[in-house]
């Protein structure tokens, strides 16, 4: 289902405890930078890459993509090349935060209706770090990266590790448990909205390097711009749209 943000009308949703956040194309527009970056290395070391290349990293866990790129040509260590790719990334993201539209809005939103946000992103903690320093401080609570899991998106696991480290003290903090059906993932690309949907929270997709299809296990919007929390929450009431049954 493809609908815009306003066109959300429903009055019974349950309330909304947290939202997940993806990183990379969901809340900063930081994908220039990665393509940029593997340029760069690949053609350091005489090799060619392309945009199609480029755009199958998209989402993809870290390790991953250094072994693409190690195909390639790239005559590093798995983790040199991704230290490599972090460092770059984070400086030009200190220079200029690319930030997506609609995000820091939403965020700000959230955090005033007292839903909790935790980032969930399989870049690694460097760079998230200097995501999250640049936001108001509270509005997103921890992170979960990339170097924190075993198995990177698309397989649930940092989902998974999110939730878990948000419902250890939410009972505390709000009287109530942490559900899955109350929680929201937003997510950009393929791996990542499948990691979120396996999770078993309701997932929200704002496509922006890669197409992401109709389907019966996330609502697919097309931008963040516009969306508050109390627009966002009215998913809840309809965690599988009706029109993608």
């Known amino acids: 289902m493809s609908s815009a943000p306003t066109a959300l009308t429903s009055t019974s949703a349950p309330a909304l405890q947290a939202v997940f956040w993806d990183m990379d194309g969901t809340l900063v527009d930081t994908e220039p930078y990665w393509i940029a970056a593997e340029y760069e290395l690949v053609e350091s070391y005489g090799g060619t890459w392309s945009e199609e290349q480029a755009h199958q990293l998209v989402g993809q866990a870290l390790t991953y993509s250094a072994s693409v790129l190690q195909q390639a040509g790239v005559e590093m260590e798995s983790q040199e090349i991704i230290d490599w790719l972090i460092t770059r990334v984070a400086a030009r993201a200190r220079e200029s935060m690319p930030w997506r539209p609609g995000a820091r809005e939403l965020l700000a939103s959230l955090h005033e209706a007292g839903a909790r946000s935790a980032l969930v992103t399989m870049?690694?903690?460097?760079?998230?770090?200097?995501?999250?320093?640049?936001?108001p401080e509270g509005q997103m609570e921890f992170i979960v990266s990339g170097d924190m899991v075993t198995r990177g998106k698309p397989d649930p696991e940092a989902y998974h590790l999110a939730f878990e480290t948000m419902g250890a003290d939410h009972q505390q903090r709000s009287g109530e448990q942490l559900t899955r059906s109350?929680?929201?993932?937003?997510?950009?690309?393929?791996?990542?909205?499948?990691?979120?949907?396996?999770?078993?929270?309701?997932?929200?997709?704002?496509?922006?390097?890669?197409?992401?299809?109709?389907?019966?296990?996330?609502?697919?919007?097309?931008?963040?711009?516009?969306?508050?929390?109390?627009?966002?929450?009215?998913?809840?009431?309809?965690?599988?749209?009706?029109?993608?049954?």
């Open 123 to 135: 870049s690694h903690r460097p760079l998230a770090e200097a995501i999250v320093e640049a936001l």
């Open 182 to 245: 109350r929680c929201i993932a937003i997510e950009d690309s393929v791996p990542g909205t499948a990691a979120a949907a396996a999770s078993g929270m309701v997932t929200v997709a704002v496509p922006h390097f890669t197409e992401l299809p109709e389907s019966d296990q996330w609502h697919l919007l097309p931008t963040l711009a516009g969306l508050d929390a109390r627009q966002l929450e009215e998913l809840l009431a309809d965690p599988v749209p009706a029109a993608q049954r």
